[in-house]
């Protein structure tokens, strides 16, 4: 067992706090930082047990507060940080362009300068499938030209440039991870959770955004990280760079099969009002399929389909919400 110490951005949200349980599975100290916008404490309800695991509450668009918080708290050299920090509600960034700019690339600009400060290594981003915009191929590591359609997407992909500046200037390794929609228990956001919400204040009807026919491809939290922790591990390039995603490229779930499901877990019978539209919002990237390819060639594999993924996360966010 190792103990490396690996500080973690966004340490109290859905991704960030399991990560962190992962993390200290494997033999880390962590450190977490998170302003808890959106993220709970009850996440770090098994975090917190660890005598490794230190959170701290700080915002980290706050450059000098937050290195001089992270430095007094730091036990020794910190070998890596997992940025996962980052504004979650894309319609929230639609409307106002100051909460991607401050949480989503913000986040990104203090971190770099938090691993130039204090000499850490290692930078591993959680990004996004948003960075490729609307396109109407598989979307490959290598699709481009990359035209985003929302701010977050904007912001995603110009932290992506920074941080490759970074790796050309301070660090010595990078790991790039483009998601797709995560889902899982924890969940602070994310379609399942929004109608499970809706489904709470009435069951009269379920509005559902769009008119149903959005489909994209869905992965559990818990595969996404034994993909993130596997290349952390074998990919030894020193900008390393994937699509994580469910292992069939045509593999994806549509949002009246989700509603679907909600219903039949949550509230049999209760009828669905599609507001109609091919997107969800302004933003929306309503359908989407991903080559996964390349890191299938590391040895990682998905064991859930889409579906399998919607049916799983269903069950574990209505658990959360429903008690
Ligand atoms: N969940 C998905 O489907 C998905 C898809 C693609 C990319 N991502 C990315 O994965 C990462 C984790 O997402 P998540 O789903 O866990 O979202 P989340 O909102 O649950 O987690 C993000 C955390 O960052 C914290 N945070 C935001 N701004 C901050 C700031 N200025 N200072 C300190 N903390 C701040 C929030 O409080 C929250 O706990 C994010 O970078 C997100 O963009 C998620």
Known sequence: ????????T???GFI???????LHAQGYTVLGVDNLIRGHRRNLAEAEKHPGFRLLEEDLSQYPRCLEAVRAA?????????HMAANSDIAAGVADP???LTHTFLTTHNSLRIARALKIPRFAFASSSAVYGDHPSVLTEDTGPLFPISNYGAMKLASEGLISAALESFLEQVWIFRFPNVVGNR???GIIYDLIHKLKRTRAELEVLGDGTQS???????????AMLLSREKATQRLNYFNVGVAGQEDATTVRGIAERVISVV????????TGGKKGWTGDVPKFRYSTAKIQGLGWKPQLTSDQAIERAVREIAAELMS
């Open 216 to 226: 994209k491809p869905y992965l559990h939290v818990s595969e996404l990280l034994e």
């Open 10 to 12: 966004g340490a109290a």
């Open 16 to 22: 960030g706090s399991h990560l962190v349980d992962r």
């Open 74 to 82: 730091a036990p020794g050299p910190i070998d890596i940080i997992w």
């Open 1 to 8: 067992m190792t103990t490396r110490t690996a500080l973690v």
């Open 187 to 189: 969940a602070t956001h």
């Open 267 to 274: 509230s049999p019978g209760t009828p669905i009002r599609f």
């Open 98 to 100: 100051d909460v991607d």
